[in-house]
């Protein structure tokens, strides 16, 4: 799947509703935009705006940038792009966000990386990012021409390569349609859902975070999947709480991104949420402070409940995989992730919500002495996972059936069930009758070369096998959460030399063995 390029700062974003609703668009209104508008800074683009409800504009790949790109170039049918203005104030995209910042892309060179991009995210853009920015800007520099080398080309026509020679005598009469939207702010909000609806449907979530934006649950999503970069949602509160939340914020990012996840996998370092640009990332965070208990119901008109509600957060996540004292170390390479190393949203979800309820229920201790034999079951029971998701059809309504699909494990080895015959077991309960344990994987492979799946899956295997465990639960350790034990107590006389050291998690180390 090729990648999508990041062009959201291309635009800025401002409140739709800031402004007397009373204030109609007012003309007269120019009707084209041609390359000049572009440029950034400029006087255009120093007054457009995004609507603050409006998605990020991060849905076009490098071909569809380039495809835009050359159909303005070659004055080929581009749909109108429709603006509103209020008086004397910002005019914001109603629709054509991406055309407009594809094209803003190639005049100002930011494909995602560029000077925009990294003031807008105070220089903090993931390397997946930065990749897919480079590829774009080599493939369109070859394909079409820098928007540079047009301008160039200008003063020195017989340098120009024969691409730009083509495009050149018609370079300054290309532009683009406007459509404007005549009437108040709730008649422009209107419109954008009416328009979006019919061209790229928004699906529930989106429309649900939508929603949510000035609430905890939409605050608290967008400023963890930016890591508190990018427009602040929550800039409207006082300073100081202000940056306690980007700071929260950024902590949480890190623990579920951090370190960035490549493919194909050669290292069990993974991070506990995939790629944090992944198309669905938004919709992932939004899922999971909803089932943290975020509040979606309430607007927060100080920032103390969204800051609240990221501390607990935070503490959840600290609890799953961090070196925090309470934390349980958990390996997404073998709950989160399959056997063919894909990051499995609906794992994530069920993982964080079952060590949470293993906190509520007070079964840590439970979890802790049969940690061993209930991983082995897990890695054993990656197929059976996929059975479980696709019986739910959704991820998100997979997520109680494996959270409860994780306590039963737990319930048959805390009754001395044989590790070898849990899944037998299960599979012959009511609520886990669909089960099929005989069901194969099957592989049509007709190429001669290893797929991505299949060296992540012989790297994954062969890594499991080998990795470093816990000394005291014999669970296996993950980068990101080891703590150095004393084999002996320091309380019982143990000494700080090599030979009294010992690898465990962190909860192992801190409240298990005591």
């Known amino acids: ?32 935009l041609s390359y000049g508008d572009f440029e950034i800074p400029g006087f255009f683009f120093s007054s457009l705006r ?27 049918l581009v749909p109108a792009i429709i603006l509103w203005k209020y008086a004397d104030s910002y005019t914001f995209v109603i629709d054509g966000a991406h055309r407009i910042s594809a094209i803003a892309a190639w005049v100002n060179d930011d494909y995602g990386d560029g000077k925009i991009s990294r003031k807008f995210f105070d220089n903090a853009i993931p390397e997946q990012q930065l990749d897919a920015a480079k590829k774009a800007r080599q493939m369109i520099n070859q394909d079409i021409g820098a928007f540079k080398d047009f301008k160039d080309a200008l003063f020195e026509p017989e340098i120009a390569a024969d691409h730009v020679k083509k495009r050149l005598k018609n370079f300054g009469t290309r532009a683009l349609q406007l459509q404007w939207v005549d009437g108040d702010s709730k008649k422009a909000e209107s419109s954008f859902f009416k328009i979006n609806q019919k061209s790229t449907p928004i699906s529930e979530t989106e429309i649900a975070i939508l929603e949510a934006r000035r609430m905890p649950a939409g605050l608290c999503s967008r400023a963890i999947l930016r890591g508190g970069q990018g427009y602040k949602y929550w800039g409207v509160f006082e300073t100081e709480l202000s940056k306690k939340i980007q700071d929260e914020a950024e902590k949480i990012n890190d623990l579920i991104f951090k370190p960035e996840l490549s493919t194909p996998i050669k290292t069990l370092d993974l991070p506990l949420g995939g790629k944090n640009h992944a198309s669905t990332s938004l919709a992932m965070v939004f899922e999971l402070v909803k089932l943290l208990g975020a509040n979606i119901k309430d607007e927060d008109h100080t920032g103390d409940e969204t800051l609240k509600t990221l501390c607990e957060i935070r503490k959840s996540l600290q609890r799953v995989n961090d070196i925090h004292p309470s934390s349980l170390g958990i390996h997404p390479a073998v709950y989160i992730y399959s056997q063919s190393g894909n990051f499995r949203v609906s794992c994530f979800h069920a993982v964080i919500v079952f060590t949470k309820e293993l906190l509520e229920f007070k079964k840590l201790d439970i979890f802790t002495k049969y940690r061993k034999e209930f991983e082995d079951t897990i890695v054993r029971s990656d197929l059976v996972i996929q059975q479980i998701v696709r019986k739910a059809r959704q991820a998100n309504k997979a997520v109680i059936p494996l959270v409860k699909f994780f306590h039963a494990i737990l319930d048959k080895l805390s009754l001395q069930t044989n590790t070898a015959d849990v899944l037998d077991e299960l599979s012959k309960s009511q609520e886990f009758s669909y089960i099929n344990l005989d069901e194969v994987s099957q592989s049509n492979t007709s190429s001669t070369s290893f797929s991505k799946a299949t060296k992540s899956a012989a790297f994954i295997s062969e890594a499991l096998n080998n990795a470093s465990r816990c000394k005291i639960c014999g669970g296996i350790l993950h980068q990101k959460s080891i703590s150095i034990d004393h084999r002996v107590r320091k309380a019982d006389g143990g000494d700080s030399s090599i030979d009294n050291a010992q690898l465990s998690h962190p909860y192992c180390n801190s409240t298990y063995k005591n």
Not at 15 to 27: L, T
């Open 50 to 76: 995004k609507p603050d409800f409006q998605r990020e504009t991060n849905e076009w790949d490098a071909d569809k940038v380039k495809d835009l790109v050359e159909s303005f170039l070659d004055g080929d």
């Open 1 to 32: 799947m090729a990648q999508k390029l990041f062009l959201d700062a291309l635009i800025g974003r401002d409140d739709f509703e800031v402004q007397d609703q009373a204030h109609n668009s007012q003309g007269p209104h120019k009707t084209t």
